[in-house]
């Protein structure tokens, strides 16, 4: 679907990263509550990540709660984000790349999964 690089303004303490619009305006869910709404993606070993998805000014969009994510996996500035969709209007799933490596560390996202197995996915 889409990746993000990450940047300085990216890695804050709170595991917020700026999703630009073109991104979230073409492959997220719509977001019109200033508050946000709750945005769930699975990784690779089939942890479901609960993140919080809302706007700023400005059309500037922004995606919490992804600290516990970043320091579990290492990832730091010029790290890629990866999401994707498994199926349409289903579960979405994140990876990474490292910036570091030559060779790419990207954890490949290959899950098959029953649509049930994440309910609150579907809510």
Do not use: C
């Amino acid at each position: 679907m889409f990746e993000k690089q990450l940047t300085a303004g990216d890695i804050h303490k709170d595991g917020s990263i700026v999703i630009p619009s073109k991104y979230a305006e073409a492959y997220l869910p719509e977001v019109s509550d200033p508050h946000g709404i709750p945005f769930y993606v699975v990784d690779d070993e089939i942890n479901e990540w609960h993140l919080r998805f809302h706007f700023l000014l400005n059309n500037v969009y922004v995606l919490d709660g992804l600290k516990e994510y970043m320091v579990s996996n290492k990832l730091q500035q010029g790290d890629t984000l990866a999401f994707s969709q498994l199926i349409p209007d289903g579960p979405y799933a994140i990876g990474f790349k490292k910036a570091s490596t030559k060779k790419s560390s990207r954890k490949v996202i290959r899950v098959s999964i029953s649509i049930n197995y994440f309910p609150s996915m579907l809510a």
